[in-house]
């Protein structure tokens, strides 16, 4: 397997923008998280779901960030309109419980908001 | 509820020398233990997880953790550091459903030549 992917690596935008990031968790993993990363808050979970239905969502900052699983091989978070403060590394991470939850994460998302 | 301390946000060794990376838990439960490594720019890999199987845990690149119950610690060690090991550590703990890793805060791990 390919581990968990991530795409763009790297994303630049302007404030006010809407932005996307894709997730493709592990064949046959059932759980997906996303974080994010940043030196002041270091590493926070946004989201959680469990076979695609959303279960904790208590991280996400505010409305205007939302999440999507649609089905057990995708998965997106949007931002939008995104503001400088959102810029941070976003992560998306999968699990299963065959492998007693160790969480496998993507190469991360570098988004900066100008 | 669970959470992890991690006692150093910075350690320092020379080349060669033995790494000790601090972390304490708390958990109302028989945890599910985990280090991870970030190196710059990079995700996060796990070095290795302790599932309430051998208490001494042996993981990757020689890094070794030992979960010390009476003492609600999970300590990482390396009998010898090498330059590649300088990265950012994480300790985990997760909840009892698996499904919530709680994190520390990290510790930076300077290796001088």
């Known amino acids: 397997d390919a581990g968990v992917i991530q795409s763009p690596r790297h994303e630049v935008t302007e404030m006010g923008q809407e932005v996307t990031l894709r997730c493709k968790p592990i064949?046959?993993?059932?759980?997906l998280f996303w974080y994010r990363q940043t030196m002041m808050r270091g590493l926070e979970l946004l989201i959680y779901?469990?076979?695609?239905?959303?279960?904790?969502d208590s991280g996400m900052p505010e409305d205007r960030f939302s999440a999507k699983m649609p089905n057990a091989s995708f998965s997106t978070l949007k931002i939008q309109p995104s503001e400088p403060r959102d810029s941070a590394v976003y992560f998306c991470a999968s699990s299963s419980l065959a492998e007693q939850y160790e969480q496998y994460f993507g190469p991360g998302t570098r988004l900066t908001v100008t | 509820a669970q959470s992890v301390t991690q006692l150093d946000s910075h350690v320092s060794v020379s080349e060669g020398t033995p790494v000790l990376l601090r972390c304490n838990y708390s958990?109302?439960?028989?945890?599910?233990l985990f280090w991870y490594v970030q190196h710059p720019n990079k995700g996060l890999q796990l070095l290795l997880k302790?599932?309430?199987?051998?208490?001494l845990v042996k993981g990757i690149n020689g890094f070794e953790a030992e979960f010390k119950k009476s003492e609600t610690s999970f300590h990482l060690t390396k009998p010898s550091a090498h330059m590649s090991d300088a990265a950012e550590y994480f300790c985990v703990v997760s909840d009892a459903t698996g499904n919530q890793f709680y994190f520390g805060t990290g510790t930076s791990l300077t290796v001088i030549p």
């Open positions: 779901f469990n076979n695609n239905v959303p279960i904790d």
């Open positions: 302790y599932t309430s199987a051998a208490t």
């Open positions: 064949s046959g993993h059932n759980s």
């Open positions: 958990s109302s439960y028989s945890p599910s």
